[in-house]
């Protein structure tokens, strides 16, 4: 009798691995399509200082919520990178501990915008609403901190403006070195991505063949009630705080394109995660610079679960006009 229950449980995981490989290749082939050639983009806008040149500009407004102006390059490293690379671009500034601590909740609710509202779009949203809730939602948390934190607003620092002087423009020497750079580091990304994708679908699999998904949906119903969320995005809501969007697209896409969530239900389920996700692995990244994890944390999910219930309220006010993946 034990041996029949082992092959029965080889005989359903092998199964489950094999029902795996095309939802997996599917999603590999999208990712490798967005996030490929936007970092050859984003690597040119850098090198050739176009992206120093968009801080400048907006440098003036940061004051209104307590940053100085070289701050912004921070922000807008988030918006079009990563958390990575605006951790990065902090280690060379002269910031205070205050301003470090909104620029990440800045950055932790707006980053990456161009990948993740592309498989937002994939699983239902106005990708363009996306990117507008993100940011203003960003540029609340900030104003809402600012005023919150202990401190007297903008340290004195110097403007974007005074530290890219007039090096704008793209520096045909340094072509050939960014270019390899670009093709190693998206090499890296592309083998990055095919692990993570095929390890993730075949544990979504596995985890449906023996229906622990329904079971971890019920160990999570009292959270997402809370939340304001459907219990069918609970197993999404844990692969997102766990990995993040990018690579937890994979188990948004497979669930939305077969049914498993609903369209309606996956576009609220963004509402949330836009502004709350990768509560494990982003929010070490600054903890690790001495940001204090309840400022992580907090705001955050607070500001999700606002958003998801005045979307839930928009939705009944205007139950008749309401359409999935629009405005």
Known sequence: MARMDRTSVIRRTVSAATASVGPALRTTRFLVAVMV????????????????????????????????GESSLVFLSAIFLSNYSAIAVIGTLSLSPR????????????????????IMKKTGSSAMKMVTLRISVALVAAYLLNLILPGHGASTATTTRDVIGSEIGLHLKRMPKLLTDWAFSSGILVLQIVILVSLLMLVQKVLEEFSLVEILGHIM??????????????????VSNIIGLAYGSAIMIERADTGKVT?????????????????????????????????????????????????????????????????
């Open 263 to 327: 369209l309606t239900d996956a576009d609220l389920f963004n509402h949330h995660a836009g502004i709350s996700h990768s509560l494990l692995e982003d929010t070490v990244l600054y903890v690790a610079i001495g940001v204090p994890l309840f400022w992580l944390l907090i705001p955050r999910i607070l500001l999700a679960i606002a958003v998801v219930w005045l979307e839930r309220l928009r939705r009944v006010l205007f139950r008749r006009s309401f359409r999935v993946g629009t405005v």
């Open 221 to 238: 119903k009292p959270l997402m009630m809370v939340f304001g969320l459907p219990i069918s995005t609970s197993f999404l809501w844990i």
């Open 99 to 118: 301003e470090i601590t909104i620029l990440a909740v800045m950055c932790l609710i707006a980053h990456n915008l161009i990948v993740e509202s592309a």
């Open 37 to 68: 050639p936007i970092s050859l983009a984003v690597a040119i806008l850098n090198d050739s200082g176009i992206l120093h040149l968009v801080a400048a500009r907006i440098d003036p407004a940061m004051g209104f919520i307590g940053l100085s």
